[in-house]
Structures are given as structure tokens and as C-alpha cells.
């Protein structure tokens, strides 16, 4: 499953709008992640800061 | 909060602001939630906008506005400056707002003009009834409470996931999200009354870098790249500070900013059964400058007085939003956007020494009218070879 670094994370929502299974939320200050996440890495890609590690993904 | 409405608007940004304000104005008993803890923060933004963009909303105010601009400039690849400026020398062409005050305001006179408003508030799930969009849980503190109304007004922003929940696909393509960072820097030498935007592969691949001033020495210093040319090592934030190093090795950096900005097509239909999406969340981003600003306003404006014909008649079906839908695209807004997509296919094709050549062919463009379209039509005066290259489009610029 996708990995968050949170000390990296400026919970922008970056991620949340490339994500094709809608699994990811920004809840104000945190990120969640929803069991439906594929870890495809689509998200970690674009990420401003390199926040997402997809652990199998691309 | 009450539990029934005529108009709940998801979102606290201008788009939301601008739709929670018209609703009220035209007497509709309208609520306003904002998933964050207060309206304007964290600023997401370049912050820049039009002067007639902004005066058909608002009246410029110093309380939010942060500096004035008179013109703007474009540097190549290869570090050529084309400045540009207006007709009439020294006029104001535009402004860079301070967000976090601007959005206050908004917020502040739709809540004058008598919408509720709740903020730390989020939309966790839409009320559906026979796929008709009929209400939203809204999460507060840890407690959920239905809210129903006629008409949903998405205006989330670029994560746009409301519509996504009423099984609208709002995903923006890998390539077509401008992976973005800022610094707002202090103690910077720049021109205080000019917009910066720098060209090139290895400055901003499918972007641009930006230096939009907020006073005499400080600025929003910020980028975007395509989504597809972000990665390990070679990400927003690294070219953001490749060029600050270099450009302002001095500057002190007083806030970080990142953020996603859609460059897509619209969505294909904004709107369903009892729902309207407006600004950001529904991909209405001018494609080649990035702004949404005033796009958000002008479809929430246009949301709310669609809604109000709706509900007047006692019908909220898609059908009978679809008004919205039509007008915003047959607009001037609308118009722009089409063209300024096709605009930027173009411009993110082309190589350094292209977009040199480009640049090289006018060192000072004096623009009759300060606009992109302006801009785009006296390049290709000054490059009759960009006519053919632009074919169809050019003709269309005319």
C-alpha cells in the first residue's frame, strides 16, 4: 500500500486529483489513503515534494 | 447549520464564495462548508489575476490586494527578455492578491448577503436518491450531520472529489496536472510592478516558472510542470530551487506553498440531477496561464442564477441546470479556455531553440488590450511562420 511520509506531505491535494480509483482524501492536515488504493504510483509521481512512495507501483 | 436548504455550496474558495453569495443575493436560503479550519489558508496560489477580470466581482481594495502591476515580461529559453506592457504606458494591468484576505472578503459578504456559513466542515458523502444528487453528509469535530438541499453546488477545488462521488469522472490526466511550488520570498531585487514568466525545458518542462511580486522586494516565486515530466530528483520543488539559487541566492523565504493545478479540458458535462460543478473542481483552469481566479467566480456566479431559475420553477433535474452548463461554455471564459488549450498542445510541443525563435522576434510588445489573446495574436504578427504552424487556429485567432 502506498506509503505517506508526513513530514514530507504539505497536504496540497495534488495527488488526490490524478488518482483514477478516488482513493485518496485530504482530511485538512493529513492525507488518507483508502483500502482501494492499487499503489499504482500515479500519485507519487506527481507529487511537488516527493511525499508518496508507491512500495510496488511504477 | 440548519438541515435542509435551498443551495449548499462544498467548498470555501472564490468560486464557492462568489456561488454562496449570488444564491443569497437572489433570496435563496444557501450554507456554505469549508472542509478546512479557515477560509484563505494554506494559499494554493500564484495569486495573480486581471484588472478587468477582477473589477467585474469586486472593487480593488488594498486590504487584499498585495502589489499592482503594470506589465509583464517573458524569458526564453536562452535568457532573452520580451517585456510587454499596455498601449497606455504605465496603466494598470493586473494584480497579485493576498489569498488569504481576498477569499476572507468573499466569504465575509456572502455571509452579509445571508448564507450560513460552517467552516472545519467537510463533505464526506453525497445524499442520493434514485442517482439524483439530493443533499451531503457533512463531518464536523467527529459528528455527521445530513444536510439536504435542492441544488448541491460542487466548488471543491482541484481535488474535486464530491462529483467524483456522484460517479462523475473528474481525474485529470497524468500530463495534464501542473505538479506546482512556491516560495514567497523576501529581500529579492525584482521589478515591483511586473509579472515574470520563464520559458524553457530544463527551467519548467510543459511549464512555466513565475515571479509574481507582492512588494517592492518580495514576490511569489513559483512552479509548474507537467505532471508526466515530474519524478525522483527532478521534481517542482527541485527545479523551483535550481533557479532560486541562482536567480535569488539571498532571498529569504518566508512561506511554502505546493499544489496541483488542472491545464485538462473541462469536464465533459458539469452538471447532473440536483448537482452543478463550478471553478477548479470542474476543470475550468485557463489551460495555458493556469489561473482560475476569476473562471471560478464567473461559473459560480453563473451557478447561482441558474439554480435560482431551477428551483423558482421547481425543477432541478439535469436538464434543467444544464443552462449553466451551455452558457459558461458559450461564453467568453468558455471560448478562451478551448482556444487556450489548443494554445498550449502547441506551445508545450516546442523545443528550446523554437521557443527562442519565438521570443527573439520582439524584444517589447506594446498589447492594445492587456490579454493573452492580445499577446498570442501579436506573436504571430511578429512570426507570420507561426500561421501556418498554428493553421486552423490562427485562423480562428482573427
Excluded at chain 2, 512588494?215 to 511569489?220: K, V
Aim: hydrophobic share 40%; aromatic share 6%.
Amino acid at each position: 500500500m502506498l506509503k505517506v511520509h508526513r513530514d514530507i506531505c504539505g497536504y496540497c491535494g495534488c495527488c488526490v486529483s490524478v488518482c483514477p480509483e478516488g482513493a485518496l482524501e485530504l482530511i485538512d492536515a493529513y492525507l488518507s489513503v483508502e483500502e482501494k488504493c492499487t499503489d499504482c504510483g500515479i500519485c507519487a509521481k506527481v507529487c511537488p515534494v516527493g511525499a508518496l512512495e508507491a512500495r510496488h507501483g511504477k | 447549520m440548519e438541515s435542509k436548504y435551498d443551495v449548499l455550496v462544498i467548498g470555501g474558495g472564490p468560486a464557492g464564495a462568489i456561488a454562496a453569495k449570488s444564491a443569497a443575493e437572489k433570496g435563496l436560503k444557501t450554507c456554505l462548508v469549508e472542509k478546512r479550519p479557515a477560509i484563505g489558508a494554506p494559499v494554493r496560489c500564484a495569486e495573480g489575476i486581471g484588472r478587468e477580470a477582477l473589477m467585474e466581482f469586486i472593487e480593488p481594495d488594498p486590504c487584499w490586494i498585495s502589489a499592482e502591476m503594470t506589465g509583464a515580461a517573458i524569458v526564453a529559453p536562452d535568457g532573452t527578455l520580451m517585456q510587454l506592457s499596455s498601449a497606455q504606458a504605465g496603466s494598470k494591468v493586473g494584480y497579485v492578491l493576498d489569498r488569504k484576505f481576498f477569499d476572507r472578503e468573499l466569504v465575509w459578504r456572502a455571509a452579509d448577503a445571508g448564507a450560513d456559513i460552517a467552516v472545519k466542515s467537510r463533505a464526506i458523502a453525497p445524499i442520493l436518491e434514485n442517482g439524483a444528487v439530493k443533499g451531503a453528509k457533512i463531518e464536523h469535530l467527529g459528528k455527521v450531520t445530513s444536510i439536504t438541499a435542492d441544488v448541491i453546488i460542487a466548488a471543491d477545488g482541484v481535488e474535486s472529489k464530491f462529483s467524483k462521488w456522484c460517479g462523475i469522472d473528474t481525474t485529470v490526466p497524468v500530463r495534464e496536472i501542473m505538479s506546482g511550488a512556491q516560495y514567497v520570498m523576501t529581500d529579492i531585487e525584482i521589478d515591483p510592478h511586473s509579472t515574470i514568466f520563464y520559458l524553457g525545458n530544463e527551467v519548467a518542462p510543459e511549464g512555466y516558472l513565475w515571479v509574481f511580486p507582492k512588494g517592492d522586494r518580495s514576490a511569489n516565486v513559483g512552479i509548474g510542470i507537467s505532471g508526466r515530466k515530474s519524478g525522483k530528483g527532478h521534481r517542482a520543488i527541485d527545479y523551483l530551487n535550481k533557479f532560486v539559487e541562482k536567480t535569488f541566492p539571498d532571498g529569504k523565504t518566508i512561506e511554502h506553498i505546493i499544489g496541483g493545478v488542472s491545464v485538462c479540458r473541462p469536464l465533459d458535462c458539469t452538471v447532473a440531477d440536483g448537482l452543478m460543478i463550478i471553478g477548479d473542481a470542474a476543470r475550468v483552469v485557463d489551460p495555458l496561464t493556469g489561473g482560475g481566479i476569476y473562471n471560478g467566480m464567473f461559473t459560480g456566479r453563473l451557478a447561482a442564477e441558474v439554480a435560482a431559475e431551477a428551483i423558482a420553477r421547481g425543477n432541478v433535474s439535469k436538464k434543467a441546470l444544464m443552462p449553466y452548463d451551455k452558457a459558461w461554455r458559450a461564453s467568453k471564459m468558455g471560448k478562451a479556455i478551448d482556444r487556450n488549450y489548443n494554445i498550449k498542445e502547441y506551445l508545450i510541443k516546442q523545443s528550446d531553440s523554437k521557443l527562442n525563435d519565438i521570443i527573439h522576434s520582439g524584444s517589447k510588445l506594446d498589447l492594445k488590450e492587456f490579454s493573452t489573446l492580445m499577446l498570442i495574436k501579436e506573436l504571430i504578427r511578429v512570426n507570420p511562420k507561426l500561421v501556418i504552424e498554428l493553421g486552423a487556429l490562427a485562423a480562428s485567432l482573427r
